[in-house]
């Protein structure tokens, strides 16, 4: 059973730039979440994806942005890169059961992707 | 606006004693509250699971909930150096599709 896989692992660019960091979520699991993590803190959120629509955003600037596919793997973007945006970016997947929000729904991280602005 | 507070630590035991983490939060609409293990470069990891007030055990691991003191916390029993880690405390309410989380606490057991 795959768990969730994210690509690439490391990453480097320069102010300016734009990136793609790429998941899929774990067999069965419908919804991607991505997250933001910079050294020393909490995962923050920064949006969630689920029926190939955006359901829910973080506090997060317009510059970044993404997408899913019809087989729920999901891209995150980031254009015009600042110094700031380097940090541990995490996908993680869950299954939605729609009508039960109430349920929980475990989220299961993958690996991350580290992106190093320069 | 959630807020979730954690002691960031570091906490230090030695090895074979119990760990205690503790977590609190300031809204009163949470309802799902989970611990994440975190290894120094690695992605968060799930331990536990927890959604009714009072305990839940899992192995060496024991959550604890107290919706009315708004207070999570996690027990580690027989501390082994290999649990030594971030650990984050995370919340969920029903309407929010996202996970809060904390700063995390920073766990360092003695050999």
């Known amino acids: 059973d795959a768990g969730v896989t994210q690509s690439p692992t490391h990453l480097i660019k320069t102010r300016g730039q734009q990136v793609t960091l790429r998941c899929s979520p774990k067999?069965?699991?419908?919804?991607v979440s991505w997250y933001q993590q910079a050294l020393g803190q909490g995962p923050q959120f920064i949006f969630q994806y689920y029926e190939e629509e955006e359901r829910q955003r973080g506090n997060f600037p317009d510059r970044f942005s993404g997408h899913q596919f019809p087989n729920y793997s999901s891209e995150l973007n980031v254009n015009a890169l600042l110094l700031g945006d380097s940090a541990l970016y995490l996908c993680a997947s869950s299954f939605f059961r729609p009508g039960r929000a109430d349920l929980q729904e475990t989220q299961y991280f993958g690996p991350g992707t580290r992106l190093l602005v320069l | 606006q959630k807020e979730v507070e954690q002691n960031s630590g570091p906490l230090s035991v030695p090895e074979g004693a119990i760990a205690s983490l503790n977590c609190t939060y300031s809204?009163?609409?949470?309802?799902?509250f989970f611990w994440y293990r975190q290894y120094s470069g690695k992605s968060p990891e799930l331990i536990m699971s927890?959604?009714?007030?009072g305990d839940k055990e899992d192995g060496r691991f024991t959550a604890q909930l107290n919706k009315a003191s708004q207070y999570v916390s996690l027990l580690i029993r027989d501390s082994q150096p290999s649990d030594s880690a971030t650990y984050l405390c995370?919340?969920?309410?029903?309407?929010?599709?996202?996970?809060?989380f904390g700063s995390g606490t920073q766990l360092t057991v003695l050999p």
């Open positions: 995370a919340l969920k309410d029903g309407s929010a599709r996202q996970l809060t």
């Open positions: 809204d009163r609409v949470s309802q799902s």
């Open positions: 067999s069965g699991h419908d919804t």
């Open positions: 927890i959604y009714s007030n």
